[in-house]
């Protein structure tokens, strides 16, 4: 057997195995008994929630010269899957829709190259098709092209209550560059009013501002995602490069007011929608931070976690902020090409009650299923002799190049001094690169309680603990710059520079903290030492603790963390 052959057998088994790149896919899950998030396999197609119940999905199975043999496949859970049934052959079944008169639909973008070197939007666009069922989902029209140009991906397709079908996405205008000040895109949409028959295309094209050197690719806004709230007007969330996702509200999805920044930090990537049978409305993001240049020189990142966040009152207030997805090889360095990442979140409804969320990038790709009931949750905690997996531990090192740069994990778990079988999270600078980082996240709130039982171990170097509106990676310094309150922890013990933690013994660290009145009080065993300055920008709330060695030189006695609890107040 030569190499490509060998590699092209080791690709296959990798990708048909039960695993998500080193995550061990939860197989037997009973839908009734899921509440936190877990993953129940590999990311698959789009998910329908049919009128008796169950679910229903298609594949497609590529037959060359941009043909594919579509088939669908039908679920009582989610979970386990039925053998596939033909459903028609042509384009293929992308972005599925299920609409109020029970046809589906189906949006799939195809490339168009019309010379040989290639120029987006100039030469090289990717269309946007639409193929829809007739006679109750029984037979099937021929595609047809529905919008001529270039797109970007498209994430969501909505038919209002009023039956108008609606297709949000972002075109890129051929010639303009990918820089400042709006970068190459504006957003628009396609929408029907006669179930798909015809289509026109909005007259808005919303832009977001492109910032010189950003870490990214200077896109502009694109991969709009919409929603209709229950008094008529269609609300809108674009992905942009501006620190946060930018937002719209339209009165009938045609016609939309200029973007603006919206409330929800974000890296560069879009968002999704669901609204649950009871009404509430849930959103999907990377509530993250991207990593800063290093030497100038770009990095990749800032799609290490998919976020959750619950509305019970059509978007005035969220709850949870809560990662439901963490990309299971974030603390290892990313392959050198390629998507990655747990970007691009496609929920649906599930059975029960239940919420299924498509998400990841490449081999971190995954589908998660929980019960929504869980991001409203006023508690958390986190035990280490559990596990390190709710925790983000990596750290770059060396050179960046073409946006990639190395990773390996910082801080670990290793044996508890005094409890046998048990286990503590380490948090030190053993070598040369720069100090162990470690951040966990918790349902966001202005008003709460954290308690952290830790040591210093004897020869300790310092370390720094901040709380944290969102997710930085675990060593950067813009998560000590950005931090909502940050204590420093001296090499000698002392906090901030006053009150003093004796070395080599455990202690209970608490955080209480009131946005509102602008405090945050430390507490050690019980007594209150502390009393720190919120930054001055005012945050939704606080979701993230970070502990970072800020040791100058080698540090591997460090600081021991044995658990975590929070309490909030909503």
Same mark, same amino acid.
């Given at each position: 057997?030569?190499?490509?052959?060998?590699?092209?057998?080791?690709?296959?088994?990798?990708?048909?195995?039960?695993?998500?790149?080193?995550?061990?896919?939860?197989?037997?899950?009973?839908?009734?008994?899921?509440?936190?998030?877990?993953?129940?396999?590999?990311?698959?197609?789009?998910?329908?929630?049919?009128?008796?119940?169950?679910?229903?999905?298609?594949?497609?199975?590529?037959?060359?010269?941009?043909?594919?043999?579509?088939?669908?496949?039908?679920?009582?859970?989610?979970?386990?899957?039925?053998?596939?049934?033909?459903?028609?052959?042509?384009?293929?079944?992308?972005?599925?829709?299920?609409?109020?008169?029970?046809?589906?639909?189906?949006?799939?973008?195809?490339?168009?190259?019309?010379?040989?070197?290639?120029?987006?939007?100039?030469?090289?666009?990717?269309?946007?098709?639409?193929?829809?069922?007739?006679?109750?989902?029984?037979?099937?029209?021929?595609?047809?092209?529905?919008?001529?140009?270039?797109?970007?991906?498209?994430?969501?397709?909505?038919?209002?209550?009023?039956?108008?079908?609606?297709?949000?996405?972002?075109? %890129?205008? #051929?010639? +303009?560059?990918?820089?400042?000040?709006?970068?190459? @895109?504006?957003?628009?949409?396609? !929408?029907? =009013?006669? *179930?798909?028959?015809?289509?026109?295309?909005?007259?808005?094209?919303?832009?977001?501002?492109?910032?010189?050197?950003?870490?990214?690719?200077?896109?502009?806004?694109?991969?709009?995602?919409?929603?209709?709230?229950?008094?008529?007007?269609?609300?809108?969330?674009?992905?942009?490069?501006?620190?946060?996702?930018?937002?719209?509200?339209?009165?009938?999805?045609?016609?939309?007011?200029?973007?603006?920044?919206?409330?929800?930090?974000?890296?560069?990537?879009?968002?999704?929608?669901?609204?649950?049978?009871?009404?509430?409305?849930?959103?999907?993001?990377?509530?993250?931070?991207?990593?800063?240049?290093?030497?100038?020189?770009?990095?990749?990142?800032?799609?290490?976690?998919?976020?959750?966040?619950?509305?019970?009152?059509?978007?005035?207030? %969220?709850? #949870?902020? +809560?990662?439901?997805?963490?990309?299971?090889?974030? @603390?290892?360095?990313?392959?050198? !090409?390629? =998507?990655? *990442?747990?970007?691009?979140?496609?929920?649906?409804?599930?059975?029960?009650?239940?919420?299924?969320?498509?998400?990841?990038?490449?081999?971190?790709?995954?589908?998660?299923?929980?019960?929504?009931?869980?991001?409203?949750?006023?508690?958390?905690?986190?035990?280490?002799?559990?596990?390190?997996?709710?925790?983000?531990?990596?750290?770059?090192?060396?050179?960046?190049?073409?946006?990639?740069?190395?990773?390996?994990?910082?801080?670990?778990?290793?044996?508890?001094?005094?409890?046998?079988?048990?286990?503590?999270?380490?948090?030190?600078?053993?070598?040369?690169?720069?100090?162990?980082?470690?951040?966990?996240?918790?349902?966001?709130?202005?008003?709460?309680?954290?308690?952290?039982?830790?040591?210093?171990?004897?020869?300790?170097?310092?370390?720094?603990?901040?709380?944290?509106?969102?997710?930085?990676?675990?060593?950067?310094?813009?998560?000590?710059?950005?931090?909502?309150?940050?204590?420093?922890?001296?090499?000698?013990?002392?906090?901030?520079?006053?009150?003093?933690?004796?070395?080599?013994?455990?202690?209970?660290?608490?955080?209480?903290?009131?946005?509102?009145?602008?405090?945050?009080?430390?507490?050690?065993?019980?007594?209150?030492?502390?009393?720190?300055?919120?930054?001055?920008?005012?945050?939704?709330?606080?979701?993230?603790?970070?502990?970072?060695?800020?040791?100058?030189?080698?540090?591997?006695?460090?600081?021991?963390?044995?658990?975590?609890?929070?309490?909030?107040?909503?």
């Amino acid at each position: 057997m030569n190499k490509i052959s060998l590699m092209v057998l080791l690709l296959t088994l990798i990708w048909n195995s039960p695993c998500v790149y080193g995550q061990k896919v939860q197989e037997n899950v009973d839908a009734q008994s899921v509440y936190a998030p877990v993953v129940i396999g590999s990311r698959e197609s789009g998910v329908i929630l049919m009128p008796d119940g169950s679910l229903k999905r298609f594949i497609s199975e590529g037959l060359g010269g941009g043909k594919f043999r579509n088939y669908s496949l039908t679920s009582k859970d989610g979970v386990s899957w039925g053998n596939r049934t033909f459903e028609f052959e042509g384009i293929r079944a992308t972005l599925p829709l299920l609409d109020q008169d029970g046809e589906y639909h189906f949006f799939p973008m195809v490339v168009r190259q019309l010379e040989e070197q290639r120029k987006v939007a100039v030469n090289y666009f990717i269309d946007v098709w639409h193929v829809r069922s007739t006679h109750g989902g029984t037979r099937w029209e021929k595609g047809k092209r529905i919008f001529e140009g270039y797109v970007g991906s498209i994430n969501n397709v909505t038919q209002l209550s009023n039956g108008r079908i609606i297709l949000p996405f972002a075109q %890129w205008v #051929g010639g +303009r560059p990918t820089a400042p000040p709006y970068g190459a @895109n504006e957003v628009t949409c396609v !929408y029907s =009013d006669d *179930g798909g028959a015809t289509w026109e295309q909005s007259p808005a094209r919303l832009k977001a501002p492109a910032y010189t050197d950003f870490n990214g690719s200077g896109y502009g806004a694109c991969e709009p995602v919409i929603i209709e709230l229950l008094d008529g007007r269609v609300y809108m969330l674009a992905r942009t490069e501006t620190g946060v996702l930018y937002e719209s509200w339209s009165p009938d999805g045609v016609n939309w007011e200029p973007l603006k920044p919206s409330r929800f930090l974000s890296t560069d990537a879009p968002a999704a929608f669901l609204r649950l049978a009871d009404n509430r409305i849930i959103l999907f993001w990377n509530g993250g931070e991207k990593p800063p240049r290093h030497n100038g020189d770009g990095v990749y990142g800032g799609r290490d976690a998919v976020h959750a966040a619950i509305s019970s009152d059509e978007g005035k207030t %969220w709850k #949870g902020f +809560r990662e439901i997805y963490r990309d299971p090889s974030r @603390n290892l360095s990313p392959p050198s !090409y390629g =998507d990655r *990442g747990t970007a691009y979140p496609m929920p649906y409804l599930g059975a029960d009650g239940k919420v299924i969320v498509l998400a990841g990038q490449g081999r971190a790709g995954a589908t998660v299923m929980f019960d929504p009931d869980w991001l409203e949750e006023t508690s958390a905690s986190t035990k280490l002799n559990d596990g390190i997996e709710a925790w983000s531990v990596f750290k770059h090192f060396g050179p960046a190049k073409r946006h990639w740069r190395d990773r390996t994990q910082g801080a670990v778990l290793v044996d508890h001094p005094t409890q046998p079988e048990s286990k503590v999270l380490h948090v030190r600078r053993p070598d040369e690169k720069s100090g162990d980082g470690a951040l966990w996240n918790f349902p966001m709130s202005r008003k709460g309680t954290l308690k952290m039982r830790m040591k210093l171990n004897n020869g300790f170097q310092g370390a720094s603990v901040v709380l944290l509106d969102r997710f930085f990676n675990p060593t950067d310094l813009t998560g000590d710059a950005e931090a909502i309150a940050r204590l420093s922890i001296q090499a000698d013990g002392k906090l901030s520079l006053r009150e003093k933690v004796g070395l080599g013994e455990w202690h209970t660290l608490q955080f209480k903290w009131d946005l509102d009145n602008r405090i945050c009080v430390v507490s050690v065993d019980n007594e209150e030492k502390v009393f720190l300055k919120p930054n001055y920008r005012d945050p939704l709330g606080i979701n993230y603790i970070r502990i970072r060695s800020v040791a100058e030189s080698l540090d591997t006695n460090g600081l021991l963390i044995e658990s975590i609890e929070v309490e909030i107040q909503q």
